[in-house]
């Protein structure tokens, strides 16, 4: 405890400190604006920084390690945050461009704080890292207009499953790590009390006072106006010329019928069609240009090869541009990771574990083999591609996909297939003796008025 309260007396006097830099940057809205004072939600959110985020902080210094790297990351992060929210209580609220650099540095720390955890993705506490990880993005509140308290809501439920594991870890060996996960819940749960009663509909900005901007300086200038106006006059001895020859060709076309009268009778005699002689007088014509000749063109650039992918990329495992590549095994998932596979042709694919869905996007001749998947498993723009389900999936969708096998296990018989604009899919059911039954998905459809409405069954053409 003498830890810890040395530990919020030291925040008191940061505190301290920043009020009296940033006391003389703007008017208050209120008196006492050149003596470093704050708004009430100011001194607000400074009571949750001297009370839950404190206490997560000490409680990571003694357990240590990659635990209090990631908390000096977070003390940062709230710190950062702080100093936005004192520039609202002093400045209106810029334009959204200009709002963008004022979030910055809170969005900087939190890509940190992702960052930080995937590339400690082996640490023993790689549970509390992904806790933070998870909701940390609920800072982000300041953009999410007008609902941010149920955003920091949503945050926290996906930091659950990781401090339910540190719970289910260390509920039996360290109680420090059961505190620490409840210190840190707290954290978001006193922010959205906070924001309810501060900031309802959105971060609070000044009524008075200069325009917020991120370098605090004067105002940007203002965007230059239109370009002159073009000069048609004529200034040059061509232009004279050239509206000489626009007023003469303007007055020839007024003539109107009369602007034949100008022109020489050619007689019979002076015509070659009539009077071949003429043609070996004046020799062959002079070829013209010819109108359609083809011109040549640039070599056509060769397809561009992109380097195959095969990635964790946040929640999304990326398999993207592998050609030929059999044996493609994706083994450290978790629960709340998607795959993505693109652009992979003749390639083989396994995902092991529970995962959240799983997307096959513009890919042929491509073999994926799941265990389970609690979402959904996506067919899109395919072709020749077989899938076999080894534990559950609850639906499976096929759009815009020529050549599809769906092999299912026993255990995911009662899935739904969903398909639009596909052709040639098969559904093949397991027997008891092993073997797999193959059933056509119907491609055909008839649909009839009953009277009411519009009635449509699959049916097949005889040949």
């Not at 390690?65 to 908390?71: F, L, R």
């Not at 071949?276 to 650039?301: E, I, V």
């Amino acid at each position: 405890m003498a830890e810890l309260a040395g530990l919020v007396q030291r925040l008191e006097v940061a505190v301290g400190r920043l009020e009296s830099m940033s006391g003389g940057g703007g008017g208050v809205s209120g008196p006492a604006a050149g003596s470093g004072a704050v708004s009430a939600y100011v001194e607000a959110y400074d009571a949750l920084i001297s009370g839950p985020v404190a206490q997560y902080t000490a409680l990571s210094q003694k357990i240590g390690g990659d635990v209090q790297k990631h908390a000096e990351m977070m003390k940062q992060a709230f710190s950062c945050q702080r100093q936005l929210l004192v520039t609202a209580s002093r400045s209106q609220k810029p334009s959204e461009s200009a709002l963008a650099p004022l979030l910055a540095p809170v969005s900087k720390v939190i890509q940190e704080v992702q960052a930080f955890r995937e590339k400690n993705r082996s640490s023993p506490l790689f549970n509390h890292l992904s806790a933070v990880s998870e909701s940390v993005p609920a800072l982000g509140w300041v953009a999410m207009a007008p609902k941010p308290g149920p955003f920091v809501k949503d945050m926290q439920d996906a930091a659950m499953f990781y401090t339910n594991r540190v719970l289910k870890d260390y509920k039996e060996k360290d109680k420090m790590h059961v505190d620490w996960v409840n210190a840190y819940v707290s954290i978001w749960t006193e922010l959205q009390a906070y924001i309810k009663q501060h900031h309802t509909t959105g971060l609070s900005w000044s009524k008075t006072g200069p325009v917020a901007s991120a370098s605090g300086g004067a105002p940007a200038p203002p965007p230059p106006g239109p370009p002159p106006p073009m000069d048609f006059g004529e200034k040059s001895s061509a232009g004279d010329s050239g509206a000489v020859s626009r007023n003469a060709l303007f007055a020839s076309l007024n003539k109107g019928a009369d602007i034949t009268k100008g022109l020489k009778h050619v007689s019979d005699d002076k015509k070659t069609h009539k009077n071949p002689a003429l043609k070996s007088q004046t020799g062959p014509l002079p070829s013209g240009p010819k109108p359609f000749a083809s011109r040549p063109t640039a070599a056509a650039s060769p397809a561009r090869t992109l380097p195959p992918v095969l990635e964790l990329d946040g929640k999304k495992w990326k398999v993207e541009n592998q050609e030929g590549a059999q044996g493609l095994v994706i083994s450290d998932t978790e629960l709340k990771q998607v795959v993505y596979a693109f652009k992979c042709n003749n390639s083989t694919l396994q995902v092991k574990g529970k995962i959240n869905s799983i997307i096959v996007d513009n890919c042929k001749k491509m073999g994926l083999v799941f265990d389970d998947v609690v979402g959904i498993i996506e067919v899109i723009n395919c072709r020749d591609v077989k899938i076999q389900v080894m534990g559950k999936v609850p639906t499976i969708s096929i759009n815009k996909t020529d050549g599809c096998h769906v092999y299912l296990s026993k255990d995911s018989l009662a899935c739904e297939i969903i398909s639009a604009k596909s052709s040639e899919m098969n559904v093949l059911v397991p027997n008891k003796d092993g073997e797999y039954t193959e059933i056509p998905v119907p491609e055909q459809f008839k649909t009839i008025w009953d009277g009411s409405k519009l009635v449509t069954t699959a049916t097949e053409i005889a040949g």
